[in-house]
């Protein structure tokens, strides 16, 4: 049984072919059914949190503030690659242009680099708040955070400019056949007509650099973090300290998590399946649950939320 249509001679169509999750016609609908409300309720709970940031004078703070700039990132993060998905499942061909494919590339790994960069920010925001909480107020500046949020949003975007420039000039032979749900670079080299050993070296030492030096920065922010929390005398003081930046570990561990297991090992280990569900963890789960954690033990953030809905008076 044919489970999906593509075109016999995928040569002669003006793009990509991008197979996602081959399943019966039955499968594809009740995947766009499951993927349409893990999207909405995404830009649901992103969109209300910077609502309630911008609505709320109380969380006209530095770390409320960036939250919401993180939240807002969340809801371009999925939207690069949710919508073209959504589409994928109820077309017969699957087939992405080559403009497409590439706007995708860099969209998706521009705005997953701004997000490496926000996490490492925030950290960086709690480590002042727990270790240096005196000097708080005269460091973290309104001056100050601004500039670190422009600072996220332009060297996210700047980072895959390169790479995205020289692969989109490059020709493609073959079936044009992606096996996953986005357009990946891996796949997108592997279809080039001719072998570039100093694009691939390009690749594989730029990609990983957004992910190791927050990783990096965000560990080291929380050892002294955690130095410190250790010191404080009394259990409620801990638990205290602990609160403040828990949402935010548990957002870097989701995130981190899934993104080392996909990338911190040989490709060769993967299957595609793999690959597409741990793709699918941290570029569409993550986003959904993020303002789930950021919410669910923050009193603030939660009377805001509910004031926007309308629930307080």
């Not at 080559?98 to 590339?105: A, D, I, V």
């Not at 899934?258 to 789960?285: D, N, W």
Request: hydrophobic share 50%.
């Amino acid at each position: 049984m044919n489970i999906f249509n593509t075109p016999n001679n995928s040569n002669s169509i003006p793009g990509f072919i991008l197979i996602g999750f081959p399943c019966t016609r039955e499968g594809q609908i009740l995947l766009f059914v499951l993927f349409l409300i893990v999207y909405c309720l995404t830009l649901l709970g992103n969109g209300s949190i910077v609502c309630a940031v911008r609505w709320d004078q109380r969380l006209h703070t530095p770390m409320y503030i960036l939250l919401a700039n993180f939240s807002f990132l969340e809801i371009w993060y999925v939207n690069s690659t949710v919508p073209n998905m959504l589409a994928n499942f109820l077309s017969e061909t699957k087939v992405i242009s080559f403009s497409g494919c590439f706007l995708q590339f860099y969209f998706f790994f521009s705005l997953g680099s701004t997000e490496c960069f926000f996490l490492a920010v925030m950290a960086f925001d709690r480590y002042l708040a727990i270790c240096r909480p005196l000097h708080y107020p005269t460091i973290m500046t309104g001056r100050l955070y601004t500039n670190l949020v422009v600072t996220c949003w332009v060297l996210g975007f700047l980072w895959f400019l390169i790479p995205i420039s020289i692969i989109s000039q490059m020709s493609f032979c073959g079936s044009r056949i992606i096996d996953h749900f986005l357009c990946d670079p891996a796949p997108l080299l592997a279809l080039t007509c001719k072998k570039a050993p100093v694009l691939e070296l390009l690749f594989s030492t730029l990609s990983p650099l957004p992910l190791i030096i927050p990783f990096v920065f965000i560990m080291g922010s929380y050892t002294l973090v955690l130095q410190a929390v250790l010191r404080v005398p009394s259990a409620a003081g801990r638990r205290k300290a602990f609160s403040t930046c828990g949402s935010h570990l548990a957002v870097v561990s989701l995130f981190y998590g899934s993104v080392l297991v996909m990338y911190g090992s040989p490709t060769s280990e993967h299957e595609a399946g793999m690959q597409k569900i741990v793709t699918l963890f941290y570029s569409v789960i993550t986003p959904l649950l993020n303002p789930v954690i950021y919410s669910l033990r923050n009193k603030d953030m939660k009377r805001a939320l509910q004031k926007i809905l309308g629930i307080l008076k």
